[in-house]
Structure formats: structure tokens, C-alpha cells
């Protein structure tokens, strides 16, 4: 007699909920995010105030005024961008794409070929855009890695190699 052995996997586990928060770099979206937090925490302690709640209530309506603060000014992280990649080059990046779907979009050959000519000097401000940003990252590890040497500061040092090996 044979068994087959079968794995029941659980539905109601959801993955784990990565936001974007590269996008806090950027004073706007910082300023954004931390004005809507303080909003929502604001007004989820007067609730709280008004009806006596446990601390499991408590926990709960942090979890859900974070987790949704997140969605409305963050979004979520939809691909792993490089974090020497500055914003507004993930802005150009975004403009990049908006124009190729712009050209898929067109009509007529005309239209098509001059959103084209846009695109491909939008293509050739990111990648030049990438490059110096790329640069200067690189430039800003050599001056904590020198910094870090002339304090002795071996652990700095060490963490700084250590990105500087996943670029």
C-alpha cells in the first residue's frame, strides 16, 4: 500500500506587505507621509480615549493608520531599485517609461516616430543620469572609507566594504 503525502497550504496567510520606502528620501514625500501619520494617530487617540480599549485594540489601530499611511503616500515596492539611484533619476525613469507607452499608444507613423525621437533622448538622460549618480555614491563610500581610516574606525570601515561589494 502506498501513500501520497500532500502539502495543505494555508490561504490565509497573506506575504509580507513591502512598501517603497526609497521614497522617504525625498523631503516632499517625507514632509507628505509625516503629516498624514500624525493625522491618523491623532485621531485614532481621541478615539481611543473616548472608549476604554485593551492594548490588543491599541496595537491594531497603530498597525492599520501605519499600514495605510504607507499605501496612500508610499505605494508599494513593485521592484528592487538600487539604493545610489537618487530620485530624481527615478523620476526620469518614470517619464521614460510614460513616454513608451506613449509611443505603443500612437496612431499614426508621424506621431509614432516623433515620440520615438523623445524617447530615445529620455533614454539617453537616464542612462547618463544613472552614471553619475552611480559615480557619485561610489565617490561618497571612498570618502567614509577615508574617513573611517584616518579615525580608526574599523567597523565603518568593514560595513563600507561590504556595500561596497554588492554594486
Given at each position: 500500500?502506498?501513500?501520497?503525502?500532500?502539502?495543505h497550504?494555508?490561504?490565509?496567510?497573506?506575504?509580507?506587505?513591502?512598501?517603497?520606502?526609497?521614497?522617504?528620501?525625498?523631503?516632499?514625500?517625507?514632509?507628505?507621509?509625516?503629516?498624514?501619520l500624525?493625522?491618523r494617530?491623532l485621531?485614532?487617540?481621541?478615539l481611543?480615549k473616548e472608549?476604554?480599549a485593551?492594548?490588543?485594540?491599541?496595537?491594531?489601530?497603530?498597525k492599520?493608520?501605519?499600514?495605510s499611511?504607507?499605501?496612500e503616500v508610499?505605494?508599494?515596492?513593485?521592484?528592487?531599485?538600487k539604493?545610489?539611484?537618487?530620485?530624481?533619476?527615478?523620476?526620469r525613469?518614470?517619464?521614460?517609461?510614460?513616454k513608451?507607452?506613449t509611443i505603443?499608444?500612437?496612431?499614426?507613423?508621424?506621431?509614432?516616430?516623433?515620440?520615438?525621437?523623445?524617447?530615445?533622448e529620455?533614454?539617453?538622460?537616464?542612462?547618463?543620469?544613472?552614471?553619475?549618480?552611480?559615480?557619485?555614491?561610489?565617490?561618497d563610500?571612498?570618502a567614509?572609507a577615508?574617513k573611517?581610516?584616518?579615525e580608526?574606525?574599523?567597523?565603518?570601515?568593514?560595513?563600507?566594504?561590504?556595500?561596497d561589494?554588492?554594486?
Amino acid at each position: 500500500m502506498k501513500l501520497k503525502l500532500k502539502k495543505h497550504w494555508k490561504t490565509e496567510q497573506t506575504a509580507l506587505k513591502r512598501f517603497n520606502t526609497a521614497f522617504l528620501r525625498d523631503t516632499d514625500e517625507l514632509n507628505e507621509f509625516k503629516i498624514t501619520l500624525n493625522n491618523r494617530l491623532l485621531s485614532l487617540q481621541d478615539l481611543l480615549k473616548e472608549e476604554e480599549a485593551t492594548m490588543e485594540d491599541n496595537w491594531k489601530g497603530i498597525k492599520e493608520a501605519l499600514t495605510s499611511t504607507f499605501q496612500e503616500v508610499l505605494d508599494r515596492k513593485k521592484h528592487c531599485h538600487k539604493e545610489w539611484i537618487f530620485m530624481e533619476t527615478l523620476d526620469r525613469i518614470q517619464e521614460m517609461k510614460n513616454k513608451k507607452t506613449t509611443i505603443n499608444n500612437s496612431q499614426t507613423r508621424a506621431d509614432k516616430v516623433k515620440t520615438q525621437a523623445e524617447y530615445t533622448e529620455a533614454n539617453k538622460q537616464v542612462k547618463k543620469s544613472i552614471r553619475a549618480d552611480k559615480q557619485k555614491y561610489l565617490e561618497d563610500l571612498v570618502a567614509t572609507a577615508g574617513k573611517a581610516v584616518t579615525e580608526g574606525n574599523i567597523k565603518q570601515l568593514y560595513d563600507n566594504e561590504e556595500t561596497d561589494r554588492e554594486i
